[in-house]
């Protein structure tokens, strides 16, 4: 039988055993899927390397039941985060298990694979702030899955906001004009934002990837948006991603 072709990624590997290796890779034509790597802990395997986490490449494996086995693969990109910086490497591990949350077997995930990848070369070249590169690919997530909050015109009347105090209501799922603010559509809790804020947010909505992690903003515009963005999240999404703890921890020291 031919194995199957499948472009992707690993965002998580798993030794069992003494000698096997189980990872997760996010493929363009499959999404999220489960594979076995026989003999892959063994130091002269030639799928020592191919099965690292934050590996890209082509791999090709066997259909199972429940997973599948790969057989080999030729990798294109070894992102090695680690020995770059413990930062990075938490900022690395919670892409992927952001992209294991959002994605499934068998429907599309191309677009969270390319942003992934994309997020990934942003980290490495060091560039921008790692925490802006983490709200970009955040809010590029949010808008794949249908679940981003609305920067353009006011939740409570629906008019399109130019040029005017803007107000973030994670209770209306969006911006708030002035006069919706208090109203019976309103929010009292929602946080005024400054113009450039907001300007920020809508170019990660609507910026093509190439262009994605080609900016930096202001300590104060990163503070607003660090804190709608933990706030929403927190407000939306009932789980708990390991590597984030670690990555607050890793920041509180």
């Known amino acids: 039988m ?3 072709s499948f472009v992707g990624m690993v965002i998580s590997s798993q030794n069992i055993g003494e000698t096997d290796r189980r990872i997760v890779l996010l493929t363009r034509e499959r999404g999220r899927i489960s ?7 063994k130091p002269k395997n030639p799928l020592v390397s191919a099965t690292q986490p ?13 997973s599948y086995t790969v057989t080999g693969a030729e990798i294109s990109k070894y ?5 770059k910086s413990l930062d990075k490497y938490y900022y690395a591990s919670y892409m992927c298990e952001l992209a294991a949350y959002y994605t499934r077997e068998n429907l599309d995930a191309e677009d969270v694979l390319l942003l992934l990848y994309q997020s990934f070369r942003a980290l490495e070249k060091d560039t921008i702030e ?8 955040e809010w590029r997530m949010l808008l794949i899955n249908g679940e981003v909050p609305d920067v353009y015109t006011c939740r409570g009347c629906g008019k399109n906001c130019e040029n005017e105090p803007y107000y973030f209501s994670v209770k209306r799922h969006g911006i708030l004009c002035q006069d919706c603010l208090n109203g019976e ?3 009292s809790t929602a946080i005024q934002l400054r113009n450039a804020t ?5 170019f ?24 709608i963005t933990d706030e929403y999240i927190k407000a939306n999404r009932n789980y708990k991603f390991n590597s984030l703890w670690f990555l607050t921890m890793d920041q509180n020291e």
């Open 2 to 4: 031919t194995p199957q």
């Open 35 to 41: 594979a076995f790597a026989r003999g892959a802990v």
């Open 54 to 66: 934050f590996t890209f490449g082509e791999f090709y494996v066997y259909p199972g039941k429940d």
């Open 79 to 83: 992102f090695d985060f680690a020995r």
């Open 130 to 137: 790692n925490e802006l590169i983490r709200y970009i690919y």
């Open 185 to 187: 559509r309103g929010d």
């Open 198 to 202: 907001v300007y920020t947010l809508r």
């Open 204 to 227: 990660i909505l609507s910026s093509p990837l190439k262009t994605l992690y080609t900016f930096r903003v202001s300590e104060e515009v990163l503070a607003e948006i660090r804190r």
